[in-house]
């Protein structure tokens, strides 16, 4: 095995051996000395960055999950109306998807383990979206409902294909699949029980 150097720029090369072991091996099963050896460095200089496995896992985790409350925020100032604004929120996302599907494959695969330590906030990716719905109920411009469940089901529609071209049951850019992503968030925003009835 050759010796290891202290490297410059060590942390992003770390974090992207991180993601691709977390990735294909599983955060427990995973160790230091793998990333380490995957970064190109020393494990102590993985150390030096991180307390440990457990933390550059998290701090993985909540890079991406604040990246994406600041892109919500963004493309929702994008759109002049509510068809326009989805549309942006979901290509946004999209677009950051393609641009990086490993770092997207690992938020969709470990959110469970992680969404729990996200204390609730403002800025967090649910509560901002919750507040954008209930903002839209306030002025008129999609009907009364439940602003818990409509963020819900709304992420759940991104989250769910996002999962499905994890596992290989959709193919090619996640960005082709955006207008049919909206569509159905318009849809979950626009109807309620009582059109169906």
């Known amino acids: 095995m050759p010796t290891q150097t202290r490297t410059r720029n060590a942390k992003p090369k770390i974090e992207r051996a991180a993601i691709e072991l977390f990735i294909s091996e599983g955060i427990d099963a995973a160790t230091t000395r793998q990333i380490a050896e995957r970064a190109g460095v020393s494990e102590g200089a993985l150390y030096r960055h991180y307390k440990g496995k457990e933390e550059l896992a998290e701090a ?42 490993a770092y ?73 699949y955006k207008d049919d992503m909206a569509a159905a968030i318009m849809a979950i925003l626009k109807y309620r029980l009582s059109d169906f009835d």
């Open 60 to 101: 993985l985790f909540m890079q991406l999950h604040d990246r994406l409350s600041r892109l919500l925020i963004e493309a929702a100032l994008a759109g002049n109306d509510l068809k326009s604004r989805v549309g942006a929120i979901v290509g946004a996302y999209c677009e950051l998807a393609d641009e990086d599907w």
């Open 104 to 176: 997207c494959c690992y938020h969709l695969l470990f959110l469970n383990r992680f969404i729990k330590n996200d204390v609730r906030r403002e800025d967090d990716p649910v509560s901002l979206t919750e507040a954008m719905i209930a903002d839209l109920m306030e002025n008129g411009h999609i009907p009364k409902g439940d602003p818990e469940i409509l963020s819900a089901m709304c992420l759940g529609v991104i989250t769910q294909a996002g999962q499905n071209k994890l596992y290989n049951r959709l193919k090619g850019p996640f960005s082709q």
